[in-house]
């Protein structure tokens, strides 16, 4: 049936941004339990120059991955960057120094971490920062999105998203700005629902359908993980057909569900990195779609 190989993000606006339909999400390349520095420094360095190599344009990061270490990756690796690399960054959270995910969103917290990110990444503007939501936070929405809108007026932001959000909170942000895209966790097997910091998290279909209505990129994360065995699931089935892994059947499953989907799948083994990449390349058919459901 094919897919359609790229994707525009701010279509609508003066300075959209078209990349491959496939990305690469950085935060594996640290170290246990997303701190500090990568295992194996020269795989991830290798990783993010393949990306490049495999026309891959679009990198999802954050200043809160390991105290910065994959910021700092990306720079050590790319820079000076390809003028159609698009490095997509996220505000909002933050790491305590016993590894903690901590809440980050108050105005003067979201300032300093863009202003870290433009530091890092040696840029003078984040062509797209998604604003993390984090559950538990005292910092109403608006005035964390109304931080960011000031800053994408100072020049500093080029895009603005939002992550990890609800229906209902993607439905409020939309009435205050233009919403570029949306990084949730979605996936052949996360649809619904999922735990994130010990939290039920749900509404995930209804944010993607929100995304279909208003032609929002939706940019997924977790979308690889599995509850069911290789064995007992259709992805597995499907895989077979083409000789290929159930993780390149997701991806590709991702790819062919709509074409507002970017992919982002994150690894440190730079075999995995090259495998994932070809699934952009498998080709499923309607009849696969619909088996699959």
């Known amino acids: 049936m094919g897919i359609k190989k790229t994707i525009t993000i701010g279509a609508k606006t003066e300075h959209p941004l078209t990349v491959k339909r496939f990305g690469y999400g950085t935060m594996r390349l640290t170290g246990e339990h997303v701190w500090g520095e990568p295992e194996n420094r020269p795989e991830a360095l290798q990783i993010l120059k393949s990306t490049t190599d495999n026309g891959v344009n679009f990198l999802d990061t954050a200043d809160f991955y390991g105290e910065d270490v994959t910021n700092r990756l990306i720079s050590e690796a790319l820079y000076p960057y390809q003028k159609d690399l698009v490095v997509c960054t996220k505000v909002g959270g933050d790491r305590g120094a016993d590894k903690s995910w901590q809440i980050y969103d108050k105005p003067e917290n979201l300032r300093e971490s863009i202003h870290r990110n433009l530091k890092t990444l040696k840029i003078e503007q984040v062509q797209l920062v998604h604003f993390r939501i984090m559950p538990g936070s005292d910092t109403p929405l608006e005035v964390s999105l109304n931080a960011m809108f000031e800053m994408q007026k100072e020049g500093k932001i080029l895009h603005i998203g939002l992550s990890n959000a609800t229906p209902e909170e993607l439905e409020k942000a939309l009435a205050m700005g233009n919403i570029a895209t949306v990084e949730n966790a979605f996936g052949y097997e996360k649809r619904t629902g999922y735990t994130l910091y010990n939290q039920e998290v749900r509404g995930l279909q209804e944010v993607m359908d929100i995304c279909i209505k208003n ?50 799948p994150g690894t440190s083994k730079l075999k995995h990195f090259e495998e994932n990449v070809k699934a952009f390349d498998i080709d499923l058919t309607d009849e696969d779609m619909v088996f699959l459901g």
């Open 215 to 264: 032609e929002i990129p939706m940019i997924p994360f977790f979308s690889l993980q599995s509850s069911l065995p290789n064995n007992e699931n259709k992805i597995a089935v499907i895989a077979k057909k083409y000789n290929v892994t159930p993780a390149q059947i997701n991806l590709s499953w991702l790819l062919h569900y709509n074409d507002l989907i970017l992919p982002i």
